[in-house]
Structures are given as structure tokens and as C-alpha cells.
């Protein structure tokens, strides 16, 4: 926890937690995704490992509806867990996808997180087999995965576009 210069407090992931992991390797750099009307989806990485560090520095442009990450995907079935930026609602929901109705553990997890159009964001996600954890700007969100069928970490677009500045992974802990 961390004191903001407005005196909010923020959430970062701890130092210690970064320094666990070995050198990042890079996935993609100055990438622009852009859709009207629909959601453009980009498999990022396979997880190798049942812990990962996954990051990405993104901007999203004026008029997008929602942005996002996919975590142990499915590519075949399009299962997934999905952490998703609502632009327009200033917020950060978690949900299985597709969405089940009689599941009903991960209803109800969200966080408020202020969004500007052409800002530039770190995302930071760590996974810790059925735990992943999202951190950016200040704000995070955890939770639990219990019916894990894929491994793959995507990155979305919901009408409107995103540019992955930098996409990075980190397999492995250091020994």
C-alpha cells in the first residue's frame, strides 16, 4: 500500500514479488488493435508454469467501451477468466467467460479504477495456480479460479482501440 500524491492510497505488488521473478521475456511491442462493433482479442503467451508474472503497458483510445486480459484461456472453447476495464463506468470487473449464471463465485468482483483515454497504464498480473491478481494504477483485484481449462493470457478490445506498448512474461522464479 502506497500514499498517492493526493493522499488516496494505491496498491502495488511488493517489491520482493517482482524481485522473485527471472528476467522478463518480451511477447510484443507498439502494437495498435482497433474494432467498431465488436471485440478483437490477441492470444498473448501459453503459460508454461502454474505461476507466471504477465505485464503490459497499454493506452486506450477516446471512445472505447471496454479493454482487458484473459487469463487461462481456452482457445478452442473461448473458456477464460477475464479481468475487463469498463471505460465508460470507471470500473474493473472479474468474470468467467463464457458467463454461467449458476456460478456464483466470482460475481460481485469489481473495483473502481479511474480510466483517461490516451493515458499510458502498466498492467501487471500475477498468477499463482487457480490465484491470479491484477494490479494497475493503484488498484488491484484478486481472486480464485476454480474450473481452469486453458492456458493461454490474451489481451482485448471492445469497440474502440488499444495499443500494447509492451507485452512481457515471466516464467520462471529465480533460484
Known amino acids: 500500500i502506497y500514499q498517492r500524491p493526493d493522499g488516496s492510497l494505491g496498491?502495488?505488488?511488493?517489491?520482493?514479488?517482482?524481485a522473485a521473478f527471472e528476467a522478463p521475456v518480451q511477447l510484443v511491442s507498439n502494437k495498435k488493435y482497433e474494432t467498431v462493433d465488436r471485440c478483437e482479442e490477441v492470444p498473448m503467451v501459453s503459460i508454461q508454469n502454474k505461476f507466471c508474472k504477465f505485464e503490459a503497458r497499454v493506452r486506450f483510445?477516446?471512445?472505447?467501451?471496454?479493454f482487458g486480459v484473459r487469463v487461462n484461456?481456452?482457445?478452442?472453447?473461448?473458456?477464460?477468466?477475464?479481468?475487463?476495464?469498463?471505460?465508460?463506468e470507471n470500473r474493473l470487473v472479474f468474470d468467467r467467460t463464457p458467463i454461467i449464471p449458476s456460478d456464483m463465485n466470482s460475481k460481485g468482483l469489481e473495483r473502481p479504477i479511474q480510466l483517461e483515454a490516451g493515458k499510458e497504464?502498466?498492467?501487471?498480473?500475477?498468477?499463482?495456480?487457480?490465484?491470479?491478481t491484477i494490479y494497475m494504477d493503484g488498484v488491484a483485484l484478486n481472486t480464485r479460479m476454480y474450473h481452469t481449462t486453458g492456458n493461454t493470457i490474451s489481451l482485448?478490445?471492445?469497440?474502440?482501440?488499444?495499443?500494447?506498448?509492451?507485452?512481457?512474461?515471466?516464467?520462471?522464479l529465480k533460484d
Do not use: H, W
Open 11 to 18: 496498491c502495488k505488488i511488493p517489491d520482493t514479488v517482482l
Open 61 to 66: 483510445g477516446e471512445g472505447t467501451r471496454s
Open 73 to 88: 484461456e481456452n482457445l478452442e472453447t473461448g473458456e477464460s477468466y477475464d479481468f475487463r476495464f469498463l471505460v465508460g
Open 121 to 132: 497504464y502498466l498492467m501487471q498480473v500475477i498468477v499463482d495456480d487457480d490465484i491470479a
Open 156 to 172: 482485448y478490445v471492445t469497440d474502440g482501440s488499444l495499443e500494447v506498448l509492451e507485452a512481457n512474461i515471466s516464467n520462471n
